[in-house]
């Protein structure tokens, strides 16, 4: 912690993807129940093993060798509210306090001319870090698809889009792919988690809302018509 100049860090191995493995560690103690799981070989760290309030975390199968550490972004929660139960206003809370939202970003495109969809964010049901089914599992995350102006402002959504493509195109990127990243709602600035060059595909995946949500919006039969066609043409090209 001291060498990254961080009160918390998080921990992820470097062969998986998604929300496995992935652990906020608060103190020395984090850190040998984390050892203590991998040393055991177990399938999962049980919800609130760790010192801060977390969900169950499922961990890589076989057990990574590789990990790593690094400054935990602190983010805002987003709470999805109603007036039943009493509750007097319907909508979304956020303070905002910390200005930063994790998001997830389709692209798609060829070499050099990748084009960002607009991202979405994905409301935490508890803890810290996205679980698996809240990523992919219908009925399990909610994803808000654009984020609205009351969150991201439309300038720096902007911003955040036209830094995706940038980095998109420096990874030579092609076809369809996936980047999960931190953004700061005031500038756009991005902060990459992992870029998931063969994305999770289900019936809940972003990607598909996200082409929804483009201007003509994309269906998903000329989404994956699209993702057929790059294909073919670098195919042609090879």
């Not at 992919?136 to 969150?151: A, D, E, K, R, V």
């Not at 039969?221 to 066609?229: A, E, I, P, S």
Request: net charge negative; with cysteine; aromatic share 6%.
């Amino acid at each position: 912690m001291s060498m990254l100049d961080a009160p918390t860090l998080c921990i992820k191995p470097t062969g998986d993807g998604c929300s496995t493995g992935v652990a906020r560690l608060c103190c020395k103690e984090d850190l040998e129940k984390y050892v203590l799981v991998l040393q055991e070989k177990l399938p999962h760290i049980l919800p609130n093993t760790l010192s801060k309030v977390h969900g169950m975390i499922m961990m890589p199968d076989p057990p990574a060798e590789k990990f790593i550490f690094e400054t935990f972004i602190e983010t805002d929660d987003i709470l999805v509210v109603s007036k039943h139960g009493g509750s007097t206003q319907s909508g979304l809370l956020w303070n905002g306090v910390n200005r930063w939202v994790e998001v997830t970003v389709g692209v798609m495109g060829t070499k050099g001319e990748m084009h960002s969809f607009n991202p979405s964010i994905t409301v935490k049901e508890d803890g810290d870090i996205l679980s698996l089914e809240e990523k992919f599992q219908g009925g399990t995350g909610i994803n808000l698809t654009p984020p609205p102006t009351s969150i991201i402002r439309e300038e720096a959504l902007h911003a955040c889009k036209n830094r995706i493509e940038i980095l998109a195109n420096a990874l030579g990127l092609e076809g369809f792919s996936r980047i999960d990243a931190f953004v700061h709602v005031d500038t756009g600035e991005v902060l990459v988690i992992e870029v998931n060059t063969v994305p999770g595909m289900t019936p809940s995946t972003v990607l598909i809302h996200q082409a929804l949500a483009e201007d003509p919006p994309m269906y998903p039969r000329q989404f994956f018509r699209t993702v057929t066609d790059l294909a073919l043409l670098r195919s042609k090209q090879n």
